[in-house]
């Protein structure tokens, strides 16, 4: 049996791995019992309710008796409304700075993500444009602009992040060359790179990233240091990172040291 997290410390990476696996198992089967996720995991009980209590405040899941089950699609627009309003400011301002990266005429790609829609919001002086994404909040905020050819990539909708994603999207995606993507991140590691908790947004991702020949990433601090169990993309893939002055000293000098331009703001 593994040791309980506060034998190892709070937040460390193996709860933060678990916890990762377990919201995604949640959104696969609908729901999770306590009994089965403690055999699984090797862990007791009470840590299970520990993280399915942890997971219920981050908008996660629903607990019921002997477990939790997923957000139904309403919840999940509380949810994503909620994690839109954390780090607003810091989240303006990573859009700001990306938005000054794309050029007239440019053709590029948009991610599903709070802070991808912060950068709609600064591409007015950056007409004509050609747009493709997956997010359904950057087709309603690009309403807004004139000048501006939208194509939006079909697929199963998520609404934990009003994305589009699954094999149509990745379809669709192999058979463009687009010069800029702007993407979104979940959870950011400096030695595991863009990391996720949902298999099939990862895989979605990966396929926005073989689409282009440029990848922008657009995180917050807060997106860093923490990691899913999924492996998105390696940092060394990534052009240009976007984030914020509270970025943490240890990640910053690792993307350096792995040559990836960094821009604080």
Same mark, same amino acid.
């Given at each position: 049996?593994?040791?309980?997290?506060?034998? /190892?410390?709070?937040?460390? &990476?193996?709860?933060?791995?678990?916890?990762?696996? %377990? #919201?995604?198992?949640?959104?696969?089967?609908?729901?999770?019992?306590?009994?089965?996720?403690?055999?699984?995991?090797?862990?007791?009980?009470?840590? %299970? =309710?520990?993280?399915?209590?942890?997971?219920?405040?981050?908008?996660?899941?629903?607990?019921?008796?002997?477990?939790?089950?997923?957000?139904?699609?309403?919840?999940? *627009?509380?949810?994503?409304?909620? =994690?839109?309003?954390?780090?607003?400011?810091?989240?303006?301002?990573?859009?700001?700075?990306?938005?000054?990266?794309?050029?007239?005429?440019?053709?590029?790609?948009?991610?599903?993500?709070?802070?991808? @829609?912060?950068?709609?919001? !600064?591409? =007015?002086?950056?007409?004509?444009?050609?747009?493709?994404?997956?997010?359904?909040?950057?087709?309603?905020?690009?309403? !807004?602009?004139?000048? @501006?050819?939208?194509?939006?990539?079909?697929?199963?909708?998520? $609404?934990?992040?009003?994305?589009?994603?699954? &094999?149509?999207?990745?379809?669709?995606?192999?058979?463009?060359?687009?010069?800029?993507?702007?993407?979104?991140?979940?959870?950011?590691?400096?030695? $595991?790179? +863009?990391?996720?908790?949902?298999?099939?947004?990862?895989?979605?991702?990966? #396929?926005?990233?073989?689409?282009?020949?440029?990848?922008? *990433?657009?995180?917050?601090?807060?997106?860093?240091? =923490?990691?899913?169990? %999924?492996? +998105?993309?390696?940092?060394?893939?990534?052009?240009?990172? /976007?984030?914020?002055?509270?970025?943490?000293? /240890?990640?910053?000098?690792?993307?350096?040291?792995?040559?990836?331009?960094?821009?604080? @703001?």
């Amino acid at each position: 049996m593994q040791p309980d997290d506060n034998a /190892i410390g709070e937040r460390s &990476p193996l709860m933060l791995d678990r916890r990762s696996r %377990i #919201a995604e198992l949640v959104r696969q089967r609908g729901s999770v019992r306590v009994n089965e996720l403690a055999e699984f995991f090797g862990v007791t009980p009470v840590t %299970i =309710r520990n993280d399915l209590a942890a997971l219920e405040r981050e908008g996660v899941l629903i607990r019921d008796h002997g477990g939790a089950v997923a957000l139904p699609a309403t919840s999940a *627009l509380i949810a994503f409304e909620q =994690r839109a309003g954390i780090r607003l400011e810091a989240k303006a301002r990573i859009g700001a700075a990306a938005a000054q990266l794309v050029n007239p005429g440019d053709t590029i790609l948009l991610d599903a993500g709070t802070t991808v @829609v912060e950068m709609v919001k !600064h591409l =007015r002086q950056r007409t004509p444009l050609t747009v493709v994404t997956n997010a359904l909040n950057v087709v309603i905020e690009l309403r !807004h602009l004139s000048d @501006v050819q939208v194509w939006m990539l079909g697929g199963a909708v998520n $609404y934990a992040t009003f994305g589009t994603l699954g &094999p149509l999207v990745e379809q669709n995606l192999a058979h463009l060359v687009v010069e800029k993507l702007f993407l979104a991140a979940e959870s950011v590691d400096s030695s $595991y790179g +863009v990391t996720d908790s949902t298999s099939e947004i990862a895989q979605t991702k990966r #396929a926005l990233a073989h689409a282009a020949r440029r990848i922008i *990433l657009l995180a917050d601090s807060s997106k860093w240091q =923490r990691r899913g169990f %999924i492996k +998105v993309l390696p940092l060394e893939s990534i052009e240009t990172v /976007i984030t914020d002055t509270d970025l943490p000293e /240890i990640d910053l000098r690792r993307m350096e040291e792995a040559g990836v331009r960094v821009i604080l @703001v």
